[in-house]
């Protein structure tokens, strides 16, 4: 039984530590005029080192003896707070509902910059002005300050800021602080963007009924499923409902699953609102990010879009939460710590008393369920906001079909006729590579990952086998490991593979790639989407990160090459995501007047939940899923645990996994 220390008052800091220990840990703080809170930054000791950690609370007692307690050594942001209470309750939750070490969850909340010692909050943003006097030597002629005039004449068209004033001059800093001298120009804190809302299109009754529902109900939890399919204006009730909130002077926040779509959402919500939206995400710089995170702290953000780790902004009049395609995988952190983004916006939502819209085509099993049995509301939308048709379906029977690199004939001569119309063709595979398998052809040895046993992808072009799993590589051997033989071959197909024998096909025809490997260096996705929507006749291969919300109107044929292998899976999500990746790349189908064709690849093509699905809809497969669930009594109708032990040697992990199953009743652990 542990003894208690108590101090006469609360004076203790109970300190969240990124570190992977299931505590807080005590400190005492240092003598000066600052008085600690919850929520402030310190720089502490922690072992042989200094380290940045935030006050979660004060305590008057400590399980270690007062004199043993190290003393934080400064807090470098004075009396400023970087999380707030609520924001520390949510933190709170979340360490407490996904059993992780505290101070990774807290520190995750803060931007790169301030998890360091030498990280700052940076000053509020300013503007420049002309004063009087520098209005009146506007009028006199420039003489020989040329330079200072130029800048002098920027600022004669209205308030700016520093990003603004870069493009005059490069010297643009020593000249102003010149002209601040002289009292011709004065600084101000920059105020938060104007709403300035133009014009949008007439809503159809659907899209109206949505935008009323989910106005009626600001000011209140309420969580909204916005299910609508491709091309219904999802966006467009969006906009309508932020208008309304930033009109009446809150903040919102609209997260993406991934950071290609960040782009095309900003322009269509700068043109619509008239400002622009502070955007974040990980591709963005430490300095960027931290910038972003202090104008959702100082309220000069009135929208920010971004991805799952906008979550957690310090928004201080957050008014609603939209999450755009909420049935999506990104919006699950794999790493580190582990969450839901869209079971915490809901907590979010609900500590706030805020309503939070969950958009999507294909409602996520769980989403469903809830809107199912009345726990959401649920708004509809069934028809293209362009009045285009939804697109046809043509399913090919590959038992039947002469193969090319994973490409039918039936499905070669389709894209053939394509692009003879000079119009634009999508091939699918969710497999980027060359091949998925690489093995030997004497011995049957296969590449396998050395440090998780999953199969290594080859990829041709860097000349690497890759593992998709934990990212490890290795040289391409040029015989075989095992034998020695030089009969090395990879086994099925990756984006890679498709690329070379879809250009070799139609060489004429320009061929964009898009997946990770193609759109790592930073502005390829934008320059590759732009390209595509000069309505050029082309072939796009690629990824899932195709089927998300782009809007690509001269695509008539998307050849979806190969989902079999979720139909027979052992995971038992595998089926909702096929369903959910089918609908979400035929909706980049005849999204315009052209009318829109999906073929199907398939050995299956009469398995029961494709039939429902090509024949019913969406709507109708996710009840038949649900009602398989429900039998099983699988998510959402119970809750699973997945437990995973890493070790050096294979036997300490069976040992401790086989400790950790005598703990639960029979039955109960697979």
């Given at each position: 039984m542990s003894v208690m220390h108590e101090s006469p008052s609360q004076n203790i800091l109970r300190v969240a530590l990124a570190?992977?220990?299931?505590?807080?840990?005590?400190?005492?703080p240092p003598a000066g005029d600052i008085k600690a809170r919850p929520g402030m930054r310190v720089v502490v000791p922690f072992g042989h080192r200094q380290m940045v950690g935030v006050i979660v609370e004060l305590a008057n007692h400590s399980?270690?003896?007062?004199?043993?307690?190290?003393?934080?050594?400064?807090?470098?942001?004075?009396?400023?707070?970087?999380?707030?209470?609520?924001?520390?309750?949510?933190?709170?939750?979340?360490?407490?509902?996904?059993?992780?070490?505290?101070?990774?969850?807290?520190?995750?909340?803060?931007?790169?910059?301030?998890?360091?010692?030498?990280?700052?909050?940076?000053?509020?943003?300013?503007?420049?002005?002309?004063?009087?006097?520098?209005?009146?030597?506007?009028?006199?002629?420039?003489?020989?300050?040329?330079?200072?005039?130029?800048?002098?004449?920027?600022?004669?068209?209205?308030?700016?800021?520093?990003?603004?004033?870069?493009?005059?001059?490069?010297?643009?800093?020593?000249?102003?602080?010149?002209?601040?001298?002289?009292?011709?120009?004065?600084?101000?804190?920059?105020?938060?963007?104007a709403l300035r809302p133009a014009a949008g299109p007439p809503l159809m009754a659907e899209q109206k009924r949505s935008v009323d529902a989910i106005c009626d109900s600001l000011g209140s939890f309420h969580c909204h499923l916005l299910d609508g399919i491709t091309g219904s204006g999802k966006t467009e009730v969006y906009l309508q409902v932020l208008e309304q909130v930033l009109r009446e002077g809150g903040q919102a926040l609209l997260l993406v699953p991934e950071i290609g779509l960040t782009p095309q959402l900003l322009a269509r919500f700068e043109k619509r609102l008239g400002f622009a939206p502070v955007v974040t995400h990980s591709g963005l710089s430490e300095g960027q990010r931290l910038q972003a995170w202090a104008m959702?702290?100082?309220?000069?953000?009135?929208?920010?879009?971004?991805?799952?780790?906008?979550?957690?902004?310090?928004?201080?009049?957050?008014?609603?939460?939209?999450?755009?395609?909420?049935?999506?995988?990104?919006?699950?952190?794999?790493?580190?710590?582990?969450?839901?983004?869209?079971?915490?916006?809901?907590?979010?939502?609900?500590?706030?008393?805020?309503?939070?819209?969950?958009?999507?085509?294909?409602?996520?099993?769980?989403?469903?369920?809830?809107?199912?049995?009345?726990?959401y509301s649920w708004h509809r939308l069934r028809q293209r906001a362009t009045g285009a048709a939804e697109p046809r379906w043509r399913v090919l029977d590959l038992v039947q079909q002469n193969?090319?690199?994973?490409?039918?004939?039936?499905?070669?001569?389709?894209?053939?006729?394509?692009?003879?119309?000079?119009?634009?063709?999508?091939?699918?595979?969710?497999?980027?590579?060359?091949?998925?398998?690489?093995?030997?052809?004497?011995?049957?040895?296969?590449?396998?990952?050395?440090?998780?046993?999953?199969?290594?992808?080859?990829?041709?072009?860097?000349?690497?086998?890759?593992?998709?799993?934990?990212?490890?590589?290795?040289?391409l051997p040029v015989m075989c490991p095992e034998c020695g033989?030089?009969?090395?071959?990879?086994?099925?197909?990756?984006?890679?593979?498709?690329e070379q024998v879809l250009g070799r096909t139609f060489p004429d025809t320009p061929l964009l790639r898009f997946d990770r490997d193609t759109v790592r260096k930073k502005g390829e996705f934008d320059r590759l989407s732009e390209q595509v929507k000069t309505g050029e006749s082309c072939l796009l291969v690629g990824t899932q990160m195709l089927a998300k919300g782009h809007h690509f109107p001269k695509v008539t044929l998307v050849v979806i090459v190969?989902?079999?292998?979720?139909?027979?899976?052992?995971?038992?999500?595998?089926?909702?995501?096929?369903?959910?990746?089918?609908?979400?790349?035929?909706?980049?189908?005849?999204?315009?007047?052209?009318?829109g064709e999906v073929i199907l690849q398939t050995h299956y093509p009469r398995h029961e939940s494709l039939l429902t699905l090509l024949t019913n809809g969406y709507e109708a497969f996710a009840a038949d899923i649900r009602a398989d669930r429900q039998a099983a009594c699988l998510p959402p109708f119970s809750y699973q645990a997945l437990l995973r032990s890493d070790a050096?040697?294979?036997?300490?992990?069976?040992?401790?996994?086989?400790?950790a199953k005598q703990c639960f009743p029979a039955g109960e652990t697979g």
């Open positions: 570190v992977p220990l299931r505590q807080l840990f005590d400190y005492l399980e270690m003896p007062l004199d043993k307690l190290a003393g934080v050594l400064e807090f470098p942001d004075g009396n400023l707070t970087v999380l707030t209470d609520e924001t520390l309750g949510l933190l709170r939750w979340c360490w407490r509902y996904y059993k992780h070490a505290p101070g990774e969850v807290v520190c995750s909340a803060l931007p790169p910059a301030l998890r360091k010692v030498s990280g700052r909050i940076p000053p509020p943003p300013v503007q420049y002005r002309l004063t009087a006097a520098g209005e009146k030597r506007l009028q006199e002629p420039p003489g020989r300050l040329k330079a200072q005039f130029r800048l002098l004449q920027s600022l004669g068209e209205g308030p700016a800021a520093e990003a603004q004033l870069r493009i005059v001059s490069p010297s643009w800093r020593k000249l102003l602080a010149r002209l601040v001298e002289q009292q011709w120009v004065s600084s101000e804190q920059r105020p938060a963007a959702a702290r100082s309220g000069l953000a009135r929208l920010v879009i971004g991805t799952r780790s906008a979550l957690f902004l310090p928004l201080s009049d957050l008014q609603i939460i939209i999450l755009d395609e909420e049935h999506d995988a990104s919006f699950k952190q794999q790493d580190g710590f582990r969450y839901s983004s869209r079971d915490v916006a809901v907590k979010r939502a609900s500590g706030l008393a805020v309503p939070i819209v969950l958009g999507t085509a294909t409602p996520s099993l769980e989403t469903y369920n809830n809107a199912v049995i009345d726990r193969m090319k690199g994973g490409i039918s004939s039936a499905a070669m001569k389709a894209i053939g006729e394509t692009l003879e119309k000079q119009e634009q063709v999508l091939v699918f595979l969710n497999r980027r590579g060359y091949a998925p398998v690489i093995l030997c052809h004497e011995c049957g040895w296969h590449g396998a990952c050395q440090r998780c046993d999953a199969n290594l992808t080859w990829h041709k072009a860097s000349r690497r086998l890759l593992c998709h799993h934990c990212d490890s590589s290795m040289q033989a030089d009969a090395l071959q990879g086994a099925g197909e990756g984006t890679e593979q498709l190969n989902l079999d292998q979720a139909l027979y899976s052992a995971d038992f999500r595998a089926l909702e995501r096929m369903g959910q990746l089918m609908v979400q790349v035929a909706g980049r189908a005849g999204r315009d007047q052209l009318p050096h040697q294979k036997e300490d992990v069976k040992a401790f996994l086989n400790q």
